[in-house]
């Protein structure tokens, strides 16, 4: 039985810290690793893009734009990729497909907010098909191969009208 005063931690599991500035025979000693004297080899220094007083490079360039946080990003598919995993027998082109079937077999990694279906390449698969949107020339091809396609996105002029 071990006693509380025989508990250590695994061989090799922890690393006694660097004490810095403790004499030449350290490998760290009198400057601790900071150079020579000046700004930076004191504590306390952050000085990060500053240029000495004169207009710092990331304030003179110009602005434009931003960077919208709430937006929203797409696990996108292309036909030809729905296409390839049926020819590949990853898909069932007969069951319906949505998201986490996708996911199964392998087509897109994960869902992110939604799946978006683009229309790169030719479908000849009569599919049905549930994703949150899907391009004009997507869900016309779909039609055109005879499947049905529907979007879960909630469109803009049904939220005005609520």
């Given at each position: 039985?071990?006693?509380?005063?025989?508990?250590?931690?695994?061989?090799?599991?922890?690393?006694?810290?660097?004490?810095?500035?403790?004499?030449?025979?350290?490998?760290?000693?009198?400057?601790?690793?900071?150079?020579?004297?000046?700004?930076?080899?004191?504590?306390?220094?952050?000085?990060?893009?500053?240029?000495?007083?004169?207009?710092?490079?990331?304030?003179?360039?110009?602005?434009?734009?931003?960077?919208?946080?709430?937006?929203?990003?797409?696990?996108?598919?292309?036909?030809?990729?729905l296409e390839q995993a049926i020819a590949a027998?990853?898909?069932?082109?007969k069951a319906p497909i949505d998201a986490d079937?996708?996911?199964?077999?392998?087509?897109?990694?994960?869902?992110?907010?939604?799946?978006?279906?683009?229309?790169?390449?030719?479908?000849?698969?009569?599919?049905?098909l549930t994703v949150y949107s899907a391009t004009?020339?997507?869900?016309?091809?779909?039609?055109?191969?005879?499947?049905?396609?529907?979007?879960?996105?909630?469109?803009?002029?049904?939220?005005?009208?609520?």
């Amino acid at each position: 039985m071990t006693k509380l005063n025989d508990l250590a931690p695994r061989e090799g599991s922890t690393k006694n810290r660097m004490r810095v500035g403790r004499g030449p025979g350290s490998g760290k000693g009198k400057t601790a690793g900071r150079g020579v004297k000046g700004q930076k080899a004191r504590s306390g220094v952050s000085i990060h893009g500053f240029e000495g007083g004169q207009m710092p490079l990331h304030m003179r360039m110009p602005k434009r734009g931003f960077t919208n946080r709430n937006r929203l990003d797409f696990a996108e598919v292309n036909l030809w990729r729905l296409e390839q995993a049926i020819a590949a027998g990853k898909l069932d082109g007969k069951a319906p497909i949505d998201a986490d079937v996708l996911v199964k077999a392998g087509v897109i990694r994960r869902v992110k907010d939604g799946v978006k279906l683009l229309a790169k390449g030719e479908l000849t698969s009569k599919l049905t098909l549930t994703v949150y949107s899907a391009t004009a020339a997507a869900r016309a091809a779909v039609e055109k191969a005879g499947g049905t396609l529907t979007t879960t996105k909630v469109e803009a002029v049904e939220e005005a009208a609520a």
